[in-house]
């Protein structure tokens, strides 16, 4: 070995040395050996490096895990994002699908109407010329709404036209109020009132349910349940009405015998006063007045208004059976004039007087009810008399009340008038409405004592009466 490089090596274990003691208690041994005299791999003797622990391998195994499985879920989302589209993609192309298939049948179904317009002869071809056949379609389109529109414009002017009417007609009927509490003589002049047109009877508005009886039937209105007889004392200038219609007092039932069948019967016994009679009608007897001093007697007065003590909108059942007094207002009952008028052929007399002391009658020459089981429908024969036939109208038609609803309209007449009748759709007479004081009178629906002929359908009548007997061969 050469001097040199032996001094280098002394060198060298000496600083090993001083590091050995500089770093105590460390040791450490380094040899540097010559290339050509080692050939063999250097050996080195010092601490040895920490061993992982197993809690620390499974850590890291734990993380490595977890950064794969949040790939892995990444790839999932991502996955499912693409499922959704294409399955929202097939759903669209179905649809497209559909609606082509729905298009191509209207096309046809186009193409054939247009054919059967064009005649047997013509040849349309859709195929060769779709732009001629679009072309007249757009125009059958545009004609058919340009008719629409005139529709439509012409609806708004007479739905303009129809709210000035009606504002006419309440500024009307509000002047012929003022006029009849400025002149309240006027009444009983001598001026010839003619009778008004015949005006509508159906009401233009509804509210609620067609068919609503939810409203109180026992509750008559204001105006009619406050005028009373003794509230209005006795009636002035007694007309044509004066004998059947009592004013002022009750009469004194009449019974030298009976109970008759009818008043006819008690009038060729002799009796010749009018009053209340007993008549046996079918199993029940009852009391009913007798009018025996107007045309020879025997009339049975079956309804009478005269001063509106009793309110008239009521049920079937009432009416059916029959209210009131017989010596003031009352209705019979529609199963006992059906019973009095299945005995042989009767005729109907209507007597009528408005609040100025005009008097007018209608009389029919056949009048008969049917039975309930037809819901009391009226038969009626021939016209005669001054007031106006307003009751032929009626003819045929069964008897509707608020709870029975059999009229023709498609609400309930009954509801709307307030009353029972024969009623069409809704009514030309209306006898059993509410008894409105003075005649013309404001109301939301035309709902008083009226014959249409006779004043007007916007006249509650001061009287009325229905008087029947058997025909004298």
Not at 106 to 117: D, F, I, K
Not at 174 to 198: D, M, T
Not at 315 to 328: E, L, N, R
């Amino acid at each position: 070995m050469s001097a040199p490089r032996l001094l280098t090596m002394q060198l060298l274990l000496l600083l090993d040395a001083w590091w050995a003691s500089a770093a105590a208690p460390r040791c450490t041994y380094t040899f540097v050996l010559p290339p050509q005299k080692f050939t063999g791999a250097v050996c080195w003797s010092g601490p040895a490096a920490p061993r992982p622990t197993p809690e620390a391998v499974n850590a890291s195994d734990v993380a490595a895990l977890r950064v794969r499985v949040g790939r892995h879920e990444e790839v999932l989302r991502e996955l499912q994002r693409l499922a959704t589209a294409d399955g929202a993609v097939a759903g669209e192309v179905r649809a497209l699908r559909k609606e082509s298939r729905g298009l191509s049948a209207r096309l046809g179904q186009l193409r054939a109407q247009l054919q059967h317009e064009a005649g047997p002869g013509a040849e349309l071809g859709l195929g060769t010329e779709p732009a001629a056949a679009l072309a007249l379609l757009g125009e059958r389109v545009l004609n058919a709404s340009a008719e629409a529109q005139r529709a439509a414009a012409r609806f708004h002017q007479l739905d303009v036209k129809f709210r000035e009417l009606a504002q006419l007609v309440s500024q009307q009927s509000g002047l012929i109020s003022r006029l009849e509490r400025l002149c309240p003589g006027s009444a009983g002049g001598q001026q010839q009132v003619l009778p008004p047109p015949l005006v509508p009877v159906v009401p233009v508005s509804l509210v609620g349910g067609t068919n609503d009886t939810s409203r109180r039937l026992n509750s008559a209105p204001e105006s009619q349940r406050d005028q009373t007889l003794r509230q209005q004392g006795p009636l002035a200038s007694p007309g044509p009405l004066a004998s059947p219609v009592p004013s002022g007092h009750p009469a004194v039932p009449t019974k030298p015998a009976g109970p008759w069948r009818d008043c006819a019967e008690a009038r060729q016994a002799g009796h010749g006063r009018s009053g209340v009679y007993e008549l046996r009608v079918g199993r029940h007897v009852l009391s009913a007045w007798c009018e025996q001093q107007l045309e020879g007697g025997g009339w049975t007065v079956i309804q009478r208004r005269q001063d509106g003590s009793v309110s008239f909108f009521t049920t079937w059942q009432h009416y059916k059976v029959g209210f009131g007094q017989p010596d003031g207002e009352y209705w019979l009952g529609l199963e006992p004039v059906h019973q009095l008028t299945s005995h042989g052929d009767h005729e109907l007399l209507v007597l009528l007087e408005d609040w100025g002391g005009r008097g007018a009658r209608a009389h029919y020459d056949g009048f008969s009810l049917e039975p309930e089981s037809d819901h009391y429908r009226l038969r009626l024969g021939h016209y005669h008399g001054d007031a106006g036939d307003s009751l032929s109208w009626h003819n045929d038609k069964p008897f509707s009340t608020v709870d029975r609803d059999r009229d023709s309209y498609s609400g309930n007449c009954a509801l709307y008038q307030r009353g029972g009748w024969w009623y069409h759709a809704c009514a030309h007479s209306n006898l059993n409405g509410v008894w409105h004081r003075g005649g013309h009178y404001r109301s939301r629906y035309q709902d008083g004592v009226y014959w249409a002929e006779f004043r007007g359908g916007a006249y509650s009548l001061k009287k009325a009466a229905m008087l029947i007997r058997p025909l004298r061969l």
